[in-house]
């Protein structure tokens, strides 16, 4: 057969194969398999290859075969076919291409990929790791930003409407109630659905079912009679026209069949409840409702974890009966099912087999009712005479003194080394029984520390020192043993021995190849300390407070030691620190200072003049120590010494500001105003300044002197017109006078100088406020606005300012915008509750803490909420952290107290004004405008508390 054509040949290939029977129709082996090379379709029965028009590309003869057809793998490809698929994906399209990047793809994507190529990626990728590290920061802080400015500007609905879901917090029951029900949008066949209908089995199907599964044991009596040609079932029965002739029409029901399948039925259920533990059952039949009653599982999967658990725990104590933990858990299984007696009798067969196992022992006491219990410790005992553990159990099982003597003593008979007996025999005896016991007990278990230290303890003075010498030679590892020498010496008045004992131990310590832990010694002198052992506690911390500590690390490491002894309340561990710190320092000015502030707080006053006259010795050029000292004589009433320190003082700083002015407050508290004015003349003249100035002229101003202060004033400004508070005190002493009109002169010179002082804008606005121009007040808080962004001050006191005008929904515009400028600012969040109706108000408060949770305006803010509704413990607890987060507010110190003037008790109203008085609070918007009154300058802090506590309205 001659193939003319391609197409041709496949359709008379398949003519052909149509005729051949199924038997020829056998694959052959090459077909599926890749043809050889130089191979051609027919060329053996003479045929030969030409190309068609659907072939692209010259003819060429069969035997043409290109060179690269012999290369194995690889096809040949017809001419003008695409080159590769790597070309045909390239996209050189102008849409691709970029004339700073390129094109989008890689244009050597085809080329060969080698070390060099590797490296420089590795090389590139580096570089751009470094450069993303170099950026982060900034990008994850400008990306922080720009978040937080779109979450802002397009919120969430969530957010939108989170106070609304707040207020439902509010709801009452009654109104929750009233709500009305949504309608149902579900069909009429969605809404009724048909019940399920349960259809009970008939007993004619159970009857089937058991003829079905039946075995017969005997034939038939037709069977036997006739033999086996009886006829099929129901071939017999007769026909009719009208169909089955049989009366009835079912089959006659046998209700012993049933009967017996029922209780085939329970029987199952009995078996799979039961334990089949080799072939035999221990469920008993007679008690089995009474145990199911008893049984704790809550459902059915309990039931067959206890049964699983129970035939794991009997394979493993029948396959290895010595197993002592196999038992006891089989036993607590038993226990925690509430088969108590059976967990009795399966623990005390584990005793039978595991006789020397002491856990096994110890679970079966603890099983036993107390009557049983100490037969069963005996035998135990018998068997294990060694066992501590038992022995105690023992003597615990007994009620009498006497009886756990007894049993304590047998116990060390058998036992004389357990520390544990010996502790319990002791703990029983009375002091002169104990002491002889002790005796005993050292020479039984002489590497007992504890025996030793008790000993001693008993023992009178001369004793205790050989009783602790001997201690030593036996364990001299331990510290505790020196540490009790120490305090033994100390006790009995030998305090110069206290830091030769405690080198001696740190040298022999070391010397024992005993690792000097710094931390624990620290520990132990704070337990001395706590102990009443002062000098031991000062020589511990001498002696190990520089072990382990590099010179550069000393200070800050000292320091934090001081601190951490501080928050222990181990004051004089803390003191000793500080101590060796100044012994080693004595020139540094901060340790000096950390000090003082310490004597200060937790010392007295003496310690603390003491340590500021060496402070000043050692560091004569630290103002700030002189001024403590001087403050510290003129607090307790000693101004003679006072004024000789700040004398001291000048010489060693001549020309020091501080002091000069330290010395006209000093003369100027004691009524000693001429002294006082010739002090700030001579100081400005030394050393002028602009504090001095200030200074002078509100000495004066005090002094009612208002023309002399103005003076200064003028004369001040001249030398530092940038100083805001001497045009401050100029527009005031000249509203005191009623001259308006110059008050605004000074402000807005003052102003022109210091555009970025807050409080003169401020205090412009209210000048325009009190003559009756809020529109010019309005007009100068927006200037001050616009010359200083984002200040909470300024938009504080232009809400304010409408809120005094009586314009409500302006003050409410106005919080909008400024919570937007300002959005961290507590005093604004704190003025935006009560600016709410009073349902609002809970649920700003909330929006308030989570932007400014540590800020004590909002702190104090939500103490008046509570306060307003009457909730007095809460009140108390916000108030308490208001003044604790920021003791120098001096608006929540006079709220506390005006709220324990109406709650609190005298107790409570004292320790207010106690706190306060330490704290010494300058600051807050209420308590400024008091303390900065000339009538109020010579007031102390309780008398300033109680003049803004009268001054301040009761929160609503």
């Not at 050989?466 to 540490?483: C, F, G, M, S, Y």
């Not at 120590?625 to 001291?648: C, E, H, I, T, Y």
């Amino acid at each position: 057969v001659y193939c003319i054509d391609r197409v041709h040949s496949r359709r008379f290939v398949g003519n052909w194969m149509a005729f051949i029977a199924p038997e020829a129709k056998k694959r052959k082996t090459f077909l599926g398999e890749e043809a050889p090379p130089g191979y051609v379709p027919g060329l053996g029965r003479g045929a030969t290859g030409f190309t068609t028009r659907s072939d692209i590309g010259p003819a060429r003869d069969a035997s043409d075969a290109p060179e690269d057809r012999y290369t194995k793998g690889v096809r040949p490809q017809q001419p003008g076919a695409k080159q590769n698929d790597e070309e045909e994906e390239e996209d050189l399209n102008e849409s691709n291409y970029d004339e700073f990047a390129g094109y989008g793809g890689s244009l050597f994507s085809s080329g060969p990929y080698d070390e060099d190529d590797e490296e420089a990626d590795k090389i590139y990728m580096s570089i751009d790791r470094r450069m993303d590290c170099r950026r982060k920061e900034r990008r994850e802080k400008l990306f922080k930003e720009e978040t937080e400015k779109y979450r802002m500007e397009r919120p969430k609905i969530q957010q939108q409407f989170s106070d609304l879901k707040r207020q439902l917090a509010a709801v009452s029951e009654e109104e929750w109630l009233n709500l009305p029900d949504v309608g149902d949008a579900r069909s009429k066949k969605q809404r009724n659905p048909r019940p399920e209908r349960y259809t009970p089995v008939p007993d004619s199907f159970l009857e089937r079912a058991a003829i079905q599964n039946k075995h017969h044991s005997k034939l038939d009596e037709r069977q036997q009679k006739y033999g086996f040609q009886t006829p099929l079932p129901g071939t017999k029965t007769p026909f009719s026209a009208s169909g089955i002739a049989t009366p009835g029409g079912s089959v006659p029901l046998d209700l012993v069949q049933i009967g017996e399948a029922r209780n085939s039925m329970l029987g199952v259920q009995l078996d799979q409840v039961s334990d089949s533990v080799s072939g035999q059952t221990v469920v008993d039949p007679k008690g089995y409702l009474t145990d199911l009653n008893s049984v704790t599982p809550k459902s059915t999967s309990d039931v067959g974890d206890i049964k699983k658990a129970r035939l794991l725990l009997n394979s493993v104590i029948q396959t290895n009966p010595k197993h002592g933990p196999g038992w006891i858990a089989s036993a607590r299984l038993d226990e925690a099912t509430g088969r108590l007696q059976a967990a009795r009798n399966t623990i005390m067969k584990g005793t039978e087999h595991c006789p020397k196992n002491e856990d096994v022992w110890m679970e079966a006491i603890r099983l036993q009712p107390p009557g049983e219990s100490q037969s069963v410790v005996a035998q135990a005992i018998q068997q294990l005479p060694q066992s501590v553990r038992l022995w105690i159990k023992a003597c615990s099982l007994e009620i009498e003194v006497v009886a756990k003597k007894r049993v304590l003593r047998r116990a060390l008979e058998n036992v004389p080394n357990s520390v544990r007996l010996w502790k319990e025999a002791i703990e029983l005896e009375d002091p002169e029984d104990a002491l002889v016991l002790l005796q005993r007990a050292v020479e039984c278990c002489p590497q007992s520390t504890e025996m030793w230290l008790a000993l001693a303890r008993l023992e009178t003075y001369e004793n205790a020192r050989k009783v602790l010498n001997k201690a030593r030679e036996h364990i001299p590892t331990d510290r505790q043993i020196w540490i009790a020498a120490a305090k033994l010496e100390e006790a009995n008045g030998n305090e110069s021995m206290v830091p030769k004992i405690i080198e001696r131990a740190v040298t022999s310590l070391k010397a024992n190849q005993v690792e000097i832990n710094r931390e624990h010694w620290i520990n132990d002198g704070e337990d001395c300390d706590k102990g009443g052992s002062v000098a031991t506690c000062q020589a511990i911390m001498h002696a190990v407070i520089g072990i382990g500590v590099e010179e550069e690390d000393q200070i800050p490491t000292w320091l934090e030691d001081a601190e951490s002894s501080t928050a222990h309340n181990a004051y004089e561990c803390a003191r000793a620190v500080y101590a060796h710190a100044l012994s080693v320092y004595p020139d540094r000015k901060d340790i000096w200072l950390d000090a003082a502030y310490f004597e200060k707080n937790h010392g007295t006053r003496e310690s603390l003049e003491a340590l500021l006259q060496k402070a000043v010795t050692h560091c004569p050029k630290a103002e700030i120590l002189w001024l403590m000292a001087a403050k510290s004589k003129w607090l307790a009433g000693d101004v003679p010494a006072a004024r000789s320190l700040l004398a001291l003082a000048f010489k060693a700083n001549p020309n020091s500001e501080d002091i000069w002015l330290a010395a006209m407050k000093l003369e100027s508290e004691n009524n000693e105003f001429q002294r006082a004015r010739l002090l700030l003349q001579k100081a400005r003249t030394s050393c002028p300044s602009q504090r001095v100035f200030m200074k002078s002229a509100k000495l004066e101003w005090m002094m009612n002197n208002l023309d002399e202060a103005k003076t200064l004033l003028d004369e001040g400004v001249k030398h530092y017109p940038d100083f805001a508070k001497l045009w401050m005190m100029l527009g005031q002493i000249s509203e005191q006078q009623d001259s308006v009109d110059n008050a605004r002169e000074y402000y807005n010179q003052g102003l022109k100088k210091c555009p970025k002082s807050v409080p003169l804008w401020i205090l412009l606005a209210k000048l325009e406020e009190k003559s009756g121009l809020s529109t010019k007040a309005r007009s100068a808080l927006e200037n001050a606005r616009q010359k200083n962004p984002k200040n909470a001050q300024l938009w504080l006191e232009s809400i304010q300012l409408e809120i005094r005008g009586g314009r409500k929904s302006m003050a409410q515009s106005m919080m909008a915008k400024a919570l937007q400028d300002c959005p961290n600012a507590g005093i604004l969040w704190a003025v935006s509750i009560f600016l709410e109706s009073r349902p609002q108000r809970k649920t700003r408060s909330v929006d308030a803490l989570k932007k400014c949770e540590h800020d004590p305006n909002v702190l104090l803010a939500v103490a008046k909420l509570f306060w307003s509704e009457r909730k007095i413990s809460k009140t108390r607890e916000w108030l308490n952290r208001a003044v604790k987060i920021d003791p120098d507010f001096g608006d929540a110190w006079a709220f506390f107290y005006k709220f324990e003037l109406q709650y609190g008790t005298e107790s409570q109203q004292k320790s207010v004004v106690d706190r306060a008085v330490h704290a010494e609070p300058h600051h807050g918007p209420n308590w400024c405008v008091v303390l900065k009154e000339i009538s109020n300058w010579k007031k102390k802090t309780d008398e300033l508390l109680a003049i803004v506590a009268k001054s301040l309205p009761l929160p609503t």
